[in-house]
């Protein structure tokens, strides 16, 4: 069960040579999830629903006339994302959606292009959170070893990926949910520059961090999604310099800034694991400390905590029993944050962005490890590494946020695993608005590592 | 005195004739200045140093080398600009700066034009108010009569101005305050759009809302003006799109929307001298409301408040004492905003500029008076119009905050005057980045209804 399916080209070779259907894959997708329940990995599936829109795909091929090369993929989504043949429920009591309103904009656009549309996945309640413990349906069970988290807030795309049910889920990241749990699951994610992806239609955690992106087995599977999904919508302003994706070669001579020292520490294990992942690189390496690191971690939690308080306003007037009591407990207390305080942290944010992109020079990608720990057993709440003792909470988003607070695109790639036998993961990140090649250099890291070799089974 | 001398052009073409020398201007300057010392429209004039500035200018064009067509030109700044050749106070006890440190861009645009720097006018406290009469040299008096304030906070450039010191005078404009003094005293003001004017070295009130403009003694010395001033500058971030200024014809027919209605009262006056004027145009001419108006308005203060107090903690912390009393008490009560009112704020502010440039259709300027009462006397702390009783402070920012809060080019030209015989102001305001075809009609307008109709004398 552990190890993915090939990568979505098998698939998609597989629909278009008719060594499968897309009612075949629907299938083994719906046995697959019948037979991973105990990861709780989904809110909905309907299989009635999911085989007629397999027919409809398979008719298309047969008439000759498949929407995309993606035509029959089957595809999850975080139950975040709007869709009108399932409800949306953020996994909160607060206001569950009835089905029949609207697609968020990258569902439309998968469902233009054939995609399946699957179920809806598993999530940290309102995405506030990276555990994927706190969900109205309860929590999410990593694929590798059931006792522990999958890590979130898009937990259930990553089990559901990782268990290989889909081999694309689509997730959001405002602080690293797609890339945490994909990391913690072993296997890939990818979060776009900011303003690259529509996140219209998708419920927002903090509008001026988040982002949507896949979660699959694969970059080739990433690859055939990106191009669907980046470009402009008029309905998310964020989006309106947006460029569609356009495939590109990787450097002759990557430049890699591996990110290390006070503030940015991590367990023995997932840093050998990393070391070594590095020295197999051909790629020029320089190891660089960020000072102040945990200072700009404050700031993205300030400008997250405000911009969430603000957006539930209203709903957590109306419906305060509707929350969890912690999920209410932080949107009560960012509603006493001060303006001056998170103006502060604005000028912060736009310091680490000057810090990163013009006083660190010349580079290609920045590196960190994706997580400093391996999936926690559930009911850890501490971890401790490298002299800390943080929750475990922080620890998720010990690295990510960086690539939020500074609009970063980010990947994450499994690259080995730790003394726990759980998958350990590298992230890398690329200059805002160069996702092209920031996917590109993670194709050939990947390929010499030995693509998903990371990975059990 | 209250006559203002002719255009620019005059001045520039007698220096390029001869009629005039830098010298000779500068000299009937100093004469103007000394003669209008009640006005208190000055912190700061070196007679020597602008004599040295002036003879440098001379010498140039003696060698058939002038910087530009304003070589020679005598310029006077507000005491927010950093210079390096004036101390600069903001008219504030809390952070005198010595002369020596740096020009703010603007100022160095314009002294490598070849302008004479000819001295730093009387301001509202840092800026913070829209009165000119908390100062730490005292109030300024409004050349008209006075008895009335100028209004501001660049009430010293307008007073310079309109009592013919100088033909042009440079100010910053948070909510109106290059607009504000223009319009009260009979002179021409220009607000660029945001980010086309650096900001770099003129002390903030508000980042977010300020602007950098000319207050001049016609349209022709502000186009003469703005090809300098407008346009990038890498220390100013909101400049980074910023094109240089391109003269433009005015379109073939002019569509002129006129604010009215709830919110945007004014006395019967005013009004009717600014129908009088609308009449006298070959322009289509609509009146529309502008729903919540007043909600707009308490957004732009809350913007306002909460970046002035983020500016000024570090010296509000360590001399608390060295600012008024009354800007003290602003800048404490803004720490105190919370975050979350900011952001329903920018919401608001979304919403504004959404209204005024999608759902409005096609217009070229939006008209408005540009105060909705003539210049108050002195110790007159409320207005009455319009079935309203507002602070003087209010009245004076009425209508010009909205140019601020949607990013807007504005200028106000002279109308005529109200019943107490005090100058009355149109403002117009354009597309954001529209600033040259702001200036092609306000020069049209100017021209239908007479230049400088609105000025005693």
Known sequence: MLKPPNPICDDIRALATGTQT???????????AAGAAALNAFVTIDPGHVLAQAEASDARRKAGTPLSA??????????????????????????????????ATVVARLRAAGAVVFGKTNMHEWAYGATNTTSNIGKTNNPHNTDHITGGSSGGSAAAVAAGIVTVAMGSDTGGSIRIPASACGIYGFKPSYGRASRYG???????????????TSLDAIAAILPIILGPDPNDVSTHTAVTFQTQEPPANVKIINLVGPGLERTGDVDA???????????????????????????????????????????LARNPTGFSSVTRAHLEAGKELRAVEVLHAQKLRARLIKTLLSEFGNWDVLCLPTLPVTAPRHGDDWQEFGGRRVSTQDAMTWFCWIGNLAGLPCLTLPIGTGTSGLPVGMMLMGRPGEDEKLLAIGQQVDEQLGAGSGTDG
Chains 1, 2 share one sequence.
């Open 273 to 315: 694991c990393l070391r070594l992942a590095l020295g197999r690189l051909s790629a020029d390496v320089e190891d660089r400390e960020l000072a102040g690191v945990r200072h700009y971690f404050a700031a993205w939690e300030a400008i997250l905590h405000c911009e969430a308080s603000s957006y539930h306003a209203e709903l």
């Open 22 to 32: 897309a009612v075949s894959l629907a299938k083994r997708a719906l046995d697959r």
């Open 202 to 216: 998708v419920l927002p955690l903090s509008w001026s961090l988040d982002a949507t992106g896949p979660i699959a």
């Open 70 to 103: 993606i035509d029959g993929l089957a595809i999850a989504f975080k139950d975040n994302y709007l869709t009108v043949d399932y409800p949306t429920t953020a996994c909160s009591d607060a206001r569950p959606l009835e089905p029949g309103g609207m697609d």
